[in-house]
């Protein structure tokens, strides 16, 4: 993604003093300043790459830059997720033997109007090892929405999780108790030590 060299030449390479003095948040600079080059088929590929969400829906010409803005972040945070991974902590080993990355999608409205209460209707976990950072497992359900059961089109076009598929599924405290039996089913929280790891 363009020379290393080049970009630490920039305004930018003198860190500044205190919590993100470390190089890894220069390295995680120069990494963003590539993906916000990347044109939307560069990003779907190397998303693709790392086995991360593509989707981006059916979307009107409008919605275009709003779903490039979040394949954009969707890759930016799994390159600081990395990079972050990569710092040994102070004790010289891992917090934890697994990260559960969960990526939520959600009901939404355009405009975000402040009254909409939002409800999960995608429930995805990537489960990733923190000694060899490859991800093991995965879980994905979706969840029937009950609040607003009838997505709006803004909803369908962002996440490109249509109306059937949501009528199809079980309600969130069925698909919650199937995650926690998954987590289970991995030993996760007894024989080895774990987190959860929110993207948004």
């Not at 470390?22 to 590539?34: L, Q, S």
């Amino acid at each position: 993604c363009g020379n290393k060299d080049q970009e630490a030449d920039g305004k930018d390479s003198a860190p500044s003093p205190g919590a993100f003095s470390d190089p890894v948040y220069k390295e995680i600079a120069i990494t963003n300043g590539c993906i916000n080059r990347m044109s939307r088929d560069e990003l779907r590929n190397k998303l693709a790459e790392f086995r991360l969400d593509t989707r981006q829906g059916h979307v009107t010409k409008p919605l275009v830059s709003g779903v490039k803005d979040v394949l954009k972040k969707r890759l930016k945070n799994y390159y600081k997720k990395q990079k972050l991974m990569q710092k040994e902590p102070p004790n010289g080993g891992s917090y934890y033997d697994y990260i559960c990355v969960v990526d939520f999608e959600a009901t939404c409205e355009e405009g975000n109007p402040p009254e909409f209460v939002h409800e999960i209707i995608e429930f995805p976990v990537v489960l990733l090892n923190t000694r060899t950072l490859e991800i093991e497992d995965a879980f994905q359900q979706y969840v029937k929405p009950e609040i607003n059961p009838k997505l709006s089109a803004f909803c369908i076009g962002l996440t490109g999780i249509t109306q059937d598929v949501v009528d199809k599924a079980d309600a969130f405290p069925q698909v919650l108790q199937n995650v926690v039996e998954w987590m289970r089913q991995r030993e996760l929280g007894t024989k080895y030590s774990y987190s959860m790891l929110t993207d948004g």
